[in-house]
């Protein structure tokens, strides 16, 4: 699986079966375990991640990074910021 694959090819991919979501989200997660060490731009990935191959939309399947300033309940909301690193959104933003 190319890593530099764009949206679109990945949609295709999954429409034709070639991969599912979970494999998707496996191959990303490990990609982020190999090199957030040295890059520090994931806070928080979720191995429980639902598989949603058959998802309408374009983003139906695809797995996404979400920025720390998008709440969503539980998680890290940061912000970027060092006085909000241990804050734990308390519900899901509206986006």
Same mark, same amino acid.
């Given at each position: 699986m190319n890593p530099? *694959?764009?949206?679109?090819? %990945?949609k295709?991919? %999954?429409?034709?079966?070639?991969? *599912? *979501?979970?494999?998707?989200?496996?191959?990303?997660?490990?990609?982020?375990?190999i090199h957030n060490p040295a890059l520090n731009a994931v806070l928080e990935s979720f191995d429980n991640a639902p598989?949603?191959?058959?998802?309408p939309g374009i983003l139906g399947g695809i797995p996404c990074l979400i920025k720390d300033n998008i709440?969503?309940?539980?998680?890290i909301a940061s912000a970027g910021?060092?006085? %909000?690193?241990?804050?734990?959104?308390?519900?899901?933003?509206?986006v």
């Amino acid at each position: 699986m190319n890593p530099f *694959s764009t949206i679109h090819e %990945l949609k295709i991919a %999954l429409e034709q079966k070639k991969v *599912s *979501s979970a494999e998707l989200i496996t191959f990303y997660q490990e990609r982020i375990k190999i090199h957030n060490p040295a890059l520090n731009a994931v806070l928080e990935s979720f191995d429980n991640a639902p598989a949603t191959t058959n998802q309408p939309g374009i983003l139906g399947g695809i797995p996404c990074l979400i920025k720390d300033n998008i709440l969503q309940t539980g998680r890290i909301a940061s912000a970027g910021s060092k006085i %909000l690193s241990n804050y734990h959104a308390t519900y899901n933003a509206t986006v």
